[in-house]
C-alpha cells in the first residue's frame, strides 16, 4: 500500500473553535407532510466536541442548508468514543430526515472495526446524502519544543529521553491514524494520548502536556497565526493559502506521505429514497453557495467535488472494507 493512500478518505474532528459555535441555527418551520421530515426541525449532530473543525464546518452550513430546506437546523455536539457514540446515535434515530450526522469518514469506515462489541455496521446503518468538503491536515506542535522544521522535530524526537508524545480525539481518529503514519515513516517512537474529540487533544498541545497534533485547519490554523501553536508542516500536495509559509510533508523532507480528508452529510438507514433525494438536493445547493465556500476557503478546507449518493456509498464500502483488514494490520484497538 503506498503511503499517499494510507489514509485516503479521512476527515477531521474537534477544537477551539473560531466563532466559538455554541449557538444553534434556527429558521422557518412548515407544515410536515406524513412519514418525512420536512417541515420539522433538523438535529444535524456533530459527533466531537464543540470548538472542532468538524465542528465548526458544520455550523458554518447549517444556516445555509435552513434556508434551501425551509426548516430549523439544529447543531448538537455528541462526542465521545472518536465520535462512534454520536454516529451510532444517529443510526439508531427514526429513519424519517430528522436526524442527521455530520461526520468524518473514520466515523463510518474505522470506528466500527475498532468497537468489536457493538453490533451496529455503520457502513451499513447510515446511509449517505453528500460529500460537503475536503482537506489536509496541520501538524502543529508545542511551541516550547526546540524545532523549527520538520527535519528539526524528527531529530529532537529520536535524542534519548525524548519523550515525544502526539493526542488525537481516539483510538481511530483521522489525527490518531495521522501520527502513527507520521511516526513510522519518521522513525519516532511516540506515546499516543487519547481524547474525547480534537478540541482537548489540541488544548493540550497549547498548554505543553503533548509534544504535537495532527489538526484539521479550522482549529489549527488561528491557533498557529497567534504564535501557541507551531505548525510544522501540512499533509496535502500544495500549501495552505493560509499558511502560504508552511510547507507539506513533501516538501520538508518525508515525500510520498499525503493525508487527505472529509466531512459528509449521513442519515439512518431506511430513510425513504425521496426524503433522500430532497436532502441531497438540498445539500448540494448549501454546499456550493459562495458564502459556504468563502467559509471552507478561510478555514483551509475545499467544497467536495460533486458526487451522486450512489457512488459516495460505494466509494465508503470500499473503504470500510479497506479499513477492516487494515485495523487487523496495525492491531488497532479501541481504549
Do not use: C
Not at 519516532?188 to 504535537?212: C, F, K, N, W
Not at 445547493?285 to 467559509?295: E, G, H, L, V, Y
Amino acid at each position: 500500500m503506498q503511503r499517499r493512500h494510507l489514509l485516503p478518505l479521512l476527515a477531521a474532528p474537534a477544537l477551539i473553535t473560531r466563532a466559538q459555535a455554541q449557538g444553534t441555527s434556527q429558521g422557518t418551520s412548515q407544515g410536515s407532510p406524513q412519514g418525512t421530515g420536512q417541515g420539522r426541525p433538523i438535529t444535524l449532530i456533530v459527533p466531537y466536541a464543540a470548538g472542532g473543525g468538524t465542528d465548526i464546518v458544520a455550523r458554518e452550513l447549517a444556516p445555509i442548508l435552513m434556508e434551501q430546506l425551509g426548516q430549523n437546523v439544529i447543531v448538537e455536539n455528541r462526542g465521545g468514543a472518536a465520535g462512534h457514540v454520536g454516529a451510532t446515535a444517529v443510526a439508531r434515530a427514526r429513519p424519517d430526515g430528522t436526524t442527521l450526522l455530520f461526520a468524518v469518514s473514520t466515523n463510518i469506515v474505522v470506528n466500527p472495526h475498532l468497537q468489536r462489541n457493538d453490533r451496529i455496521n455503520l457502513s451499513t446503518a447510515l446511509a449517505p446524502v453528500t460529500k460537503a468538503s475536503s482537506y489536509q491536515y496541520v501538524l502543529v506542535i508545542d511551541p516550547k519544543v526546540q524545532a523549527n522544521t520538520l527535519q528539526e522535530l524528527i531529530a529532537a524526537g529520536k535524542r534519548p529521553g525524548a519523550g515525544f508524545t502526539f493526542s488525537s480525539g481516539g483510538v481511530g481518529s483521522n489525527n490518531h491514524l495521522a501520527g502513527v503514519l507520521f511516526a513510522e515513516a519518521a522513525g519516532l517512537e511516540m506515546e499516543h494520548i487519547s481524547y474525547r474529540g480534537t478540541a482537548p487533544a489540541l488544548q493540550d498541545v497549547v498548554a505543553g502536556r503533548v509534544t504535537m497534533n495532527f489538526s484539521s485547519p479550522p482549529p489549527a490554523v488561528p491557533l498557529a497565526k497567534d504564535g501557541r501553536l507551531r505548525a510544522i508542516a501540512v499533509t496535502g500536495e500544495h500549501r495552505l493559502p493560509s499558511l502560504p509559509e508552511v510547507p507539506t510533508l513533501s516538501e520538508a523532507g518525508l515525500p510520498g506521505i499525503v493525508i487527505l480528508g472529509w466531512h459528509g452529510i449521513f442519515a439512518p438507514a431506511g430513510t425513504p429514497d425521496a426524503e433522500m433525494s430532497r436532502l441531497e438536493a438540498a445539500a448540494n445547493k448549501a454546499i456550493r453557495d459562495p458564502r459556504f465556500a468563502r467559509s471552507l476557503e478561510r478555514d483551509g478546507l475545499e467544497v467536495a467535488a460533486a458526487q451522486p449518493r450512489a457512488d459516495f456509498a460505494k466509494a465508503i464500502r470500499e473503504e470500510y472494507d479497506f479499513w477492516g483488514r487494515k485495523v487487523r494490520e496495525l492491531d488497532l484497538k479501541a481504549e
